[in-house]
């Protein structure tokens, strides 16, 4: 298990020693600061879990110092010592974020216990944070189609290892909550958990984003920002759709996978990289080498433990039990009575292709609970409720209700199979044109032909 790391700031060397000595002695690691400033150096290079700080400190008083540390993106515990405290001044300190409050002379039994109840106190806001996430459904793997089982075999697995993962999968399959599932069974599961989507971050602001910089390293750098490398130290490091990095970017992560080492903007000195890497893509990475648009190297990097997620149209069977996990998920969440889905519902649930996943199927089911009175979701409230692009697969064209050529309905199927890849890529036509196994200009003809509109 690892230990927990205390950083104590007080300007009486003796203090300094004889606090190191009993922490070390009570299975932390402390370390010193005879000021202020040194404090916050120290902070800037290094993951604490809890700061012991004297309120009567040289040039910067404790109390500036408190405001400094509670302004840093992930601050933490912090308790307070003093020789000559008012209440004044500890409520002051309260109020901006301390933990506690300790006089001296010093009770070493009572620093002690302070220091694991204000420790605990932070693991408890943390679990909380996680149960609240548990409870709204993400962190469950659904399902007990063969695809599924040996997912969570290979999801054991990787757990155990400390090499990096890379998932493959479609949007929505749940890429993320495989690799958050990693991390909770993993040994690094007391530690943070911190994911990047890189094709949500602009290209000229990852590498501040992922490395993260210094104050005064550009004009707008009015003060340090630690980045994701090492926001993530001793924990979990999720890069979401890291197909999407520049050439440049991708250099700098390779060479921190490398030397376990990374730079902040601005920074004279390296900083340690101690996080477990676990990548997420929608694209093939061996097809952007290729291409030339992913480093070969960092590739067979990221590539260690590769887990590909099946898409929900290829575990038909995993759908009533989705179902029913989210009708009483949000049952609870919404504060309803549970529904049920009538046979012929769930059949025209279990026909359409799911081109967004599990996350679409999550999405539909929150609306039917919420806008659906009956304590049955029949086949009726399907053209009440689904978006347009789901009609045509929901509705009465797979009951029969409509007599069509077989010619007819060979168009209908190409229509809507080159309709939901093409949703599935995001209406990128050489992709889906590659998926398809056809030429682009056949694709484009198809969709003239066919009348496929975009539907976003």
Known sequence: ?????????????SICSALKGILEDEGFLAKT??????????????????????IWLPKMSGIDVLKKIKAMEESPQVVMISGHGTIETAVTATKLGAHDFLEKPLSLEKVVLTVRNALRQKKLEEENILLRERQRG???LIGESPSIQRLRGEIDLAAQSGGPVLIYGENGTGKELVARLIHQLSPRKEKRFVEVNCSAVPEEMMETELFGYLKGAFPQASRDKKGKFRLADEGTLFLDEVGD????????????????RFEPLGAAESLPFDSRLITGTTRSLREQVA????????FFKLNVIPLTLPPLRERPGDIPLLIDHFLRHFATEY??????MSPEALGAFRRYVWPGNVSELMNVIER???MVPDDVISSAHLTLLVETRELEYLSGFFEGREARTLEKAKEQFER?????????????????ATDLKIEEAQLREKIKGLNITFVS
């Open 1 to 13: 298990m690892t230990k927990e790391k205390i950083l104590i700031i007080d300007d009486e060397a």
């Open 33 to 54: 600061a005879e000021s202020g400033e040194q404090g916050l150096e120290l902070l800037k290079s290094q993951n604490v879990d809890l700061v012991l700080l004297d």
């Open 138 to 140: 993400r962190y469950d």
């Open 245 to 260: 990095l520049s050439l440049k970017t991708q250099v700098r992560v390779s060479r921190a996978i490398e030397v376990r």
């Open 291 to 298: 291409k030339g648009s992913f480093r070969e190297d960092l």
């Open 335 to 340: 504060g309803k009575k549970p529904k049920t």
């Open 368 to 370: 039917f609970v919420i």
């Open 416 to 432: 809507r199979y080159i309709h939901g890849v093409l949703m599935r890529n995001g209406w990128d036509i050489p992709r889906s």
